[in-house]
């Protein structure tokens, strides 16, 4: 038995008699109080006032509809807890930031009133939580017959019926949630994309999506020179996108770009678990044929992009330009269709296809590109007649591995192709050549500037190809020479072994004229270096079989091992 007095009363005394029967306990109360007002003065027996250290809400944010349908609600109900429980006044009082937009009553209940975003806020004592709410208009494709334009904060569902343009308005920011666009028919379904941006425009991702084009020339989702796509969503929501496809071929439009003849502006991906696939020398996300592209942005999610024939998994097309490409987070696949970069140029078939400076930062990227037939892994496409072309290559950090088709270095130039300076100052980075390239510099007679290695955890192991160097120069073939600039190497871990008659380090296999490289500096900076010869013909660091090498200076002989 306990007694706990009231500071109220000295006649308002409590008896609370706790009698176990079993595994019962039974609670008697005498006097004027309930049972409540009883354990509160048990936990607070003084009578003093318990203030409030905290609320919170069931829901940190949540989507209403303009429509007001069972799947897509225009009201809801938050509810808040109040702490601690024995708080002496646990009163709520709601407010909306913008009543013209949604309300809130003194329940908690939330209702739309006009598209937009507003912050509804619960407040007890001097505490307070919120939510962000976003009111929408719903759109099931499913009975949408015409032509149509979406708008700010529409979302989209359910499959797409008949032939009809899917469109987003200028500065729109529209979500998916589980659509089904479907351009397959006859040839000449329609003359248009999947999805259509008309300007600048943003695309959530939620649940499953499938996008394709409908016309034989379009991308699965179009957006126009100078204007920026940028697509969001969690590793959970899922899109594909690809053009048309007649037979078991897909036609000449990119995944997610521009079209045959067709350029296209900016692509931003920030997140969601996307696959896109190119047609007929089109990129997976890039450009189509004869068509220019502008820079490519990747920071989160999941990326999987596969180039059609002859164009990048990410960048150009054949015959084709590209921005900037710079990949700063998330997960990402890169596979060059035929004669196309997994990440950069493609082949050019008599036009110049260049692409612009190809970055790589961040310590949780994870980056895979695999080059077709003579192309790079990473870096330019080969070429037929003029020049295909990439700017500089830079990694930052991540983990990177890069596979350069027949011909093609795993980083750096493809067959005949060109690249600019090649700089690798972090991250876990492989690279190696299918064929007759270097695993990090020139393809085979191709042409790269500097290569230059540093950080103290850096890792680095390149592999070349048959006739190529691990770090350096591809093989030559009459009539033309593979040239590699100046290789330095100031820090870092460097494992890099020769293929048949390359230098580990160098150059290649220079049957003739020539295969060169210029000076090699190795620093005293270095953790260690390993340089592998891919035969008694050639040395671990310098020249190839044949090859010409510029001076080799190593500052430290003690961490380098030349085997």
Not at 124 to 152: K, M, P, W, Y
Not at 218 to 247: E, R
Not at 374 to 400: E, H, P
Not at 470 to 486: A, L, T, W
Request: with cysteine; glycine share 20%; proline share 2%.
């Amino acid at each position: 038995m306990k007694r706990v007095q009231s500071t109220l009363s000295v006649a308002r005394w409590l008896l609370v008699s706790v009698m176990i029967c079993g595994s019962a306990v039974v609670f008697t109360s005498c006097g004027e109080n309930t049972l409540e007002e009883i354990l509160g003065a048990i936990d607070n027996p003084s009578g003093s006032t318990v203030a409030v250290t905290g609320i919170t809400l069931n829901k940190a944010s949540l989507r209403l509809y303009m429509n007001n349908t069972e799947t897509m609600p225009g009201s809801v109900l938050l509810t808040a807890a109040v702490y601690p429980d024995n708080a002496t006044d646990q009163s709520v009082t709601w407010s909306s930031s913008d009543e013209t937009k949604a309300t809130v009553d003194e329940t908690g209940k939330v209702t739309a009133v006009a598209k937009g975003t507003v912050t509804i806020t619960a407040k007890a004592g001097d505490q307070q939580a919120t939510c962000e709410v976003t009111i929408g208009r719903g759109v099931d494709l499913s009975t949408v017959t015409t032509d149509s334009e979406f708008e700010d904060y529409d979302e989209l569902t359910g499959t797409l019926g008949t032939k009809v343009k899917i469109s987003i308005a200028d500065g729109a920011t529209v979500t998916l949630r589980d659509v089904d666009i479907n351009g397959n028919g006859a040839l000449d379904w329609g003359n248009y994309a999947g999805i259509t941006c008309i300007g600048d425009a943003t695309i959530i991702l939620k649940g499953t999506n499938s996008v394709r084009g409908f016309g034989s020339k379009y991308p699965g989702i179009f957006i126009p020179s100078g204007k920026t796509l940028t697509i969001q969503g969690t590793d959970a929501d899922q899109l594909t996108s690809t053009p048309k496809i007649v037979g078991n071929d897909e036609i000449w439009g990119a995944g997610i770009g521009g079209g045959y003849d067709m350029s296209c502006g900016n692509i931003v991906i920030e997140g969601g678990d996307i696959t896109a696939k190119g047609g007929y020398y089109a990129a997976g996300i890039g450009g189509g044929e004869f068509g220019h592209c502008g820079s490519i942005i990747i920071s989160g999610g999941k990326v999987n992009a596969r180039g059609g024939i002859c164009g990048a998994g990410i960048g150009c097309s054949r015959r084709g330009n590209c921005g900037d490409i710079t990949i700063s987070g998330g997960t990402v696949e890169a596979y060059g269709g035929y004669e196309g970069a997994g990440i950069g140029g493609a082949f050019n078939d008599g036009f110049a296809c260049q692409c612009g400076n190809i970055i790589i930062r961040g310590d949780n990227t994870k980056v895979t590109a695999v080059g077709g037939s003579s192309s790079a892994g990473i870096g330019s496409g080969s070429i037929n007649g003029s020049t295909s072309s990439c700017g500089t290559i830079t990694i930052y950090g991540g983990t990177v591995e890069a596979t350069g088709g027949t011909d093609g270095a795993g980083i750096g130039s493809g067959r005949e192709g060109e690249c600019g300076k090649i700089t690798i100052s972090g991250g876990v980075v492989k690279a190696s050549s299918a064929g007759s390239g270097a695993g990090i510099g020139c393809g085979l007679i191709g042409v790269c500037g500097d290569i230059e290695i540093s950080g103290d955890d850096t890792k680095v192991t390149a592999v070349g190809g048959s006739g190529g160097a691990g770090i350096g120069s591809g093989k030559s073939e009459y009539p033309k020479d593979s040239r590699c600039g100046h290789i330095t190497i100031l820090g870092g871990t460097v494992d890099a072994k020769g293929g048949d008659e390359g230098a580990g380090i160098g150059t290649g296999y220079a049957p003739s004229p020539s295969s060169s490289c210029g000076d090699i500096n190795i620093t005293s900076g270095v953790t260690s270096v390993t340089a592998t010869k891919g035969s008694a013909y050639a040395k671990s660091i310098g020249r190839g079989n044949s090859g010409d090498c510029g001076t080799v200076t190593i500052e430290d002989e003690e961490k380098v091992t030349q085997n």
